[in-house]
Nanobody
């Protein structure tokens, strides 16, 4: 059974940083080309993609708004993907989710339909 567990969220002041972690169990990163994506959903808004990375070539893709402030990285040995969030703003407040899939193009480009399993999310709150 594939399971994802996010951690690292919390309350941070504007301008601060957080490092989110996503531990994936039930798959082995080193054996297949999976794609792990980070998404977020603020109250009353649709879920939006932030960044994704694949487990083979470590190719990455970022939404335009995330470039420069968010950094995705992977530790294959630990089956863990990280999201470093810097210069946080109040509008970054949301529940942050990670998800795993196996898109045919090897990266998926944060298309929601490409992800098969999701974590429960971790709350990030940025105060002004």
């Amino acid at each position: 059974e594939v399971q994802l567990a996010e951690s690292g969220g919390g309350l941070v002041q504007a301008g601060g940083s957080l490092r989110l972690s996503c531990v994936v169990s039930g798959v082995t990163f080193e054996y297949e080309r999976y794609v792990i994506g980070w998404f977020r959903q603020a109250p009353g808004k649709e879920r939006e993609g932030i960044a994704c990375i694949n487990t083979r070539e470590h190719m990455t893709y970022y939404k335009d708004y995330a470039k420069g402030r968010f950094t995705i990285s992977i530790d294959n040995a630990k089956n863990t993907v990280y999201l470093q969030a810097d210069s946080l703003r109040p509008e970054d407040t949301a529940v942050y989710y990670c998800a795993v899939g196996t898109p045919a193009d090897g990266l998926g480009y944060l298309r929601l339909s490409e992800y098969d399993f999701w974590g429960q999310g971790t709350q990030v709150t940025v105060s002004s």
